[in-house]
């Protein structure tokens, strides 16, 4: 085997990872810590950036409902480095805030009145009058009365051409899916 997963079965058992042992590349090796609430509170590598640069990486989890983080909603807010030890190691970084209607605030991020993302900085997204999500990117999803999703069609000629070219009719695409798994379409 080539890792071993530690649970701290007997001390914790709630299933969360505490670790993830390399038996191959043993700086490699993971530690977690969880807070009250079981949400990952840092990730770790046994390597630091003075015993091995390349193979590090360490970071810290902040949620805002937490004492410094100045919020009431438990959403994740910052990754930070897990300690001087990890500086210059890989990392992640996030620094955003939820405003008082519990929606991120940050640059790119926008919400219609229903409070539905509209655009998170790179994605757009469209939504229906029941806050279905009517497109995203370039695919557009339709609904049953139901509220079922019954269609996805991608409006990028490529994707077109891709379904074309392994022998899918662009109507296929567009037809709903048969209610009996026998009946073709």
């Not at 701290?8 to 700086?27: F, H, K, S």
């Not at 029941?130 to 497109?135: F, G, L, Q, R, Y």
């Not at 379904?163 to 009946?183: H, K, N, Q, V």
Request: charged share 15%.
């Amino acid at each position: 085997m080539d890792y071993t997963y530690i649970f701290n079965l007997g001390a914790g058992d709630n299933g969360n990872v505490m670790g993830i042992t390399n038996n191959r590349a043993p700086n490699r090796s993971q530690s977690f810590l969880y807070d009250n609430l079981n949400r990952i509170r840092s990730a770790t590598t046994t390597a630091t950036y003075s015993t091995d640069p390349t193979n590090c990486w360490g970071e810290a989890y902040v949620y805002d409902n937490q004492p410094s983080g100045g919020g009431a909603w438990g959403n994740l807010t910052n990754i930070n480095g897990a300690s001087s030890a990890y500086t210059g190691c890989t990392q992640e970084s996030l620094s955003v805030t939820a405003g008082s209607n519990n929606q991120l605030i940050a640059t790119g991020i926008s919400y219609d009145a229903s409070g539905n993302m509209l655009g998170d900085g790179t994605n757009t997204y469209g939504w229906n009058a029941e806050s279905e999500i009517k497109s995203a990117n370039g695919v557009n999803y339709t609904y049953d009365g139901d509220g079922k999703r019954v269609d996805a069609l991608h409006d990028e000629p490529r994707f077109k051409a891709v379904i074309a070219l392994i022998g899918f009719p662009e109507s296929a695409m567009a037809a709903p899916p048969p209610t009996d798994p026998a009946t073709p379409r």
